[in-house]
């Protein structure tokens, strides 16, 4: 994957972000190519030749994005239970996919409304990780800001009834 300052990148654990430089730097071992990227307020350096390895990948494209937001409007499967939920939904977040964050919003966003309780902390965590991660690259590929992105991440999940209130 050869990268380019300015270029769009999600990384599978911190999300979406821009590659702000690429520079030789001088190690034990000899001088390694690196890749800086800026995930939100953070910086990340990786060796180029680690960049796939640690999941560092291209963001989806525009058809992938309008067929995320599809995905987000589906029903979703019945849920498994409070210890399958939770161990799915961290490996899907680790995962970084665009597709496993939207089934992880999908999810939980249902299973919140279907509820006379809130959701667990460790839910309301992973719903709002996998929000933030799906909106950054939604963003990217629909060319809209973030928050842009989440209120149609929010559309897209709400229910009918949902939908007559506002």
């Known amino acids: 994957m050869a990268l380019e300052p300015g270029d769009d990148v999600v990384h599978s654990i911190h999300g979406p972000g821009r590659v702000v430089a690429v520079q030789m730097r001088d190690t034990p071992d000899g001088p390694v190519e690196y890749v800086t990227i800026e995930v939100g307020d953070m910086r ?14 291209d963001p989806i494209s525009e058809e992938d ?8 409007a589906e029903d979703p499967l019945k849920d498994p239970g409070h210890s399958a939920r939770r161990r799915r939904n961290q490996k899907r977040l680790l995962d970084g996919d665009a597709e496993a964050l939207a089934k992880i919003v999908r999810s939980l966003q249902a299973l919140r409304e279907d509820r006379d309780k809130p959701l667990a902390m460790r839910d309301k965590d992973h719903l709002r ?31 009918d009834e949902a939908d007559a209130e506002a």
Not at 44 to 57: D, F, N, Y
Not at 65 to 72: N, R, S, V
Not at 133 to 150: D, M, P, R
Request: aromatic share 0%; no cysteine.
């Open 44 to 57: 990340i350096l990786i060796p180029t030749s680690e960049v796939e390895a640690v999941g560092v990948r």
């Open 129 to 159: 990780s996998a929000t933030a991660k799906l909106a950054g690259e939604l963003a990217i590929a629909l060319k809209v800001t973030e928050e842009e992105a989440t209120a149609l991440i929010e559309r897209a999940t709400a229910t």
């Open 65 to 72: 994005a309008e067929a995320i937001l599809e995905l987000l």
